[in-house]
């Protein structure tokens, strides 16, 4: 485990633009930065972007993959399913494979399809299988909204109250971050009643990456199926979705993916589920052997792995936004990847913890291996308005009421200058605030 000054002495911070420079000069991913778009800032200069959190940039490559699909399709009509560029029939395919690279799994594990929320509704049909005695089902406190609808309508789905049957892994009182031997302690207790875990890789709000590996093993050894929602994890974190043991996973890819707002998700179903015909799923001809999806006429025959779970033919235009953004991700990987993340987001955290205890507290974990590259930032004595004079200045950040700036230095795009000058404009309001 890294502590706060050993990663100062590795990294060798300092706190000149200097440093930035010299850092940018030598970073061997420094030339992605130059494969996206930025939005610009009222200056007409690149913004300092830093949610990608929240919305990732668009690789300059969607445009023209975008391009293809609608010429095959003026050209082709329907024959692009087989004639296109990339014929649409077996589009998604190696988006699979390439997108298992990303969250540490096998091919058959992974594939692209639906959205988020749909693809959490889908799994737990399957997954979530409560009975009279074991039905809860336990998310972290502080969950995605999404993800908190979610369990709720599945327990009314099953006839069971949503506020009963729903266990909540809270943060001790005064602090923010969840803690293992609370779980273990809820499981002890509960744990026989606890039918599906469902918890977010890394929370969305404070950014604590979990062991999925220990979660999953404290799970099932209670008996109970874990599920993570990926969102902010995938593209941004060493996942290994296989070697966690996790039954399920779900993840969008217009976050730190990059593929689009609103374009469509990931899924994972572990390997030892691939060839379970028992386990019912909610079908669709998609998720049929393809020796006899057009034949039309047989009995539901599923494809194994994660593929049996799709429904519908995909959206090949959303499908050209994730291509562009995983050829990316193929060409840089993850473990270059998360090399810089943790140098830049360390950077950071050494420029804000220099403003003072009594100007930003940081929530999110220190240490490097409890997150990914979002710092959220608790800042004192102030309102709405901080994030709004941040904008003026060409800083795209997020805000969480009452009091939160998350910052998300993506390591794909983001530069130590983009680190340095957004802290300096933060110096900058909060000096100038009355
Ligand atoms: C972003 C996010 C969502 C959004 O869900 P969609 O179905 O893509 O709208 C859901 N859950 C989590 C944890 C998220 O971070």
Same mark, same amino acid.
């Given at each position: 485990m890294l502590e706060t000054e050993n990663k100062n002495t590795l990294y %060798? *911070?300092?706190? !000149?633009?200097d440093f930035a420079l010299e850092q940018d000069q030598n970073d $061997?991913?420094?030339?992605?930065?130059?494969q996206f778009l930025f939005p610009k800032d009222k200056n007409g200069e690149d913004c300092i972007y830093m949610t990608g959190n929240s919305l990732g940039l668009q690789p300059k490559q969607t445009r023209a993959y975008v391009d293809d699909v609608l010429s095959d399709w003026a050209n082709l009509g329907v024959e692009g399913h087989f %004639? =296109?560029?990339?014929?649409?029939? @077996?589009?998604h395919e190696n988006l699979g494979d390439s997108m298992a690279k990303i969250v540490g799994a &096998?091919?058959?594990e992974v594939v692209v399809m639906n959205t988020l929320t749909t693809n959490l509704h889908f799994l737990m049909a399957s997954f979530? &299988?409560?009975?009279k005695t074991r039905y809860k089902i336990l998310i972290e406190a502080d969950a995605f909204p999404s993800d908190k609808y979610v369990v709720e309508s599945q327990l009314r789905h099953h006839g069971f109250d949503d506020t009963e049957g729903l266990v909540l892994w809270k943060p001790r009182a005064h602090e923010a971050l969840a803690n293992y031997e609370d779980l273990e302690a809820i499981l002890e207790t509960q744990g026989d009643e606890i039918a599906l875990i469902l918890i977010g890789?890394?929370?969305? *709000? @404070?950014?604590q990456f979990f062991d999925l590996k220990r979660i999953t093993e404290l799970g099932h050894k209670h008996g109970c199926i874990v599920g993570f929602d990926c969102a902010h994890a995938a593209g941004n974190v060493a996942l290994n979705l296989h070697d966690s043991g996790a039954d399920f996973a779900a993840w969008c890819?217009?976050?730190?993916?990059?593929?689009?707002?609103?374009s469509i998700a990931g899924c994972f179903v572990h390997e030892r589920h691939a060839?379970?015909?028992?386990?019912n799923r909610f079908a !669709?001809?998609? !998720?049929?052997?393809k020796e006899t999806?057009?034949?039309?006429?047989?009995a539901f025959d599923q494809i194994p792995g =994660? =593929?049996?779970?799709q429904v519908s033919n995909p959206p090949i235009l959303s499908m050209a936004g994730i291509k562009a953004s995983l050829e990316i991700f193929n060409d840089v990987g993850m473990d270059k990847l998360i090399e810089k993340s943790k140098k830049l987001t360390g950077y950071l955290e050494f420029l804000l913890n220099q403003l003072g205890e009594d100007t930003i507290r940081i929530i999110?974990?220190?240490?490097? %291996?409890?997150?990914?590259?979002q710092l959220s930032i608790l800042v004192q004595? @102030?309102?709405k308005t901080l994030h709004d004079k941040f904008t003026e200045a060409g800083v795209i950040s997020d805000w969480r009421e009452p009091n939160v700036i998350r910052c998300a230095p993506a $390591?794909?795009?983001?530069s130590f200058q983009d680190v340095y000058y957004l802290v300096e404009r933060l110096k900058k309001i909060l000096n100038s605030s009355p």
């Open positions: %060798n *911070y300092r706190s !000149g633009v $061997p991913l420094a030339a992605y930065r130059s %004639n =296109a560029k990339n014929p649409w029939l @077996t589009y &096998k091919p058959i979530y &299988k409560p009975t890789a890394i929370n969305y *709000y @404070t950014g890819t217009y976050k730190y993916l990059n593929s689009g707002p609103g060839y379970n015909k028992n386990l !669709g001809w998609w !998720g049929h052997n999806r057009f034949g039309m006429r047989d =994660a =593929a049996g779970w999110t974990p220190s240490n490097p %291996n409890e997150r990914g590259c004595n @102030t309102d $390591p794909l795009y983001n």
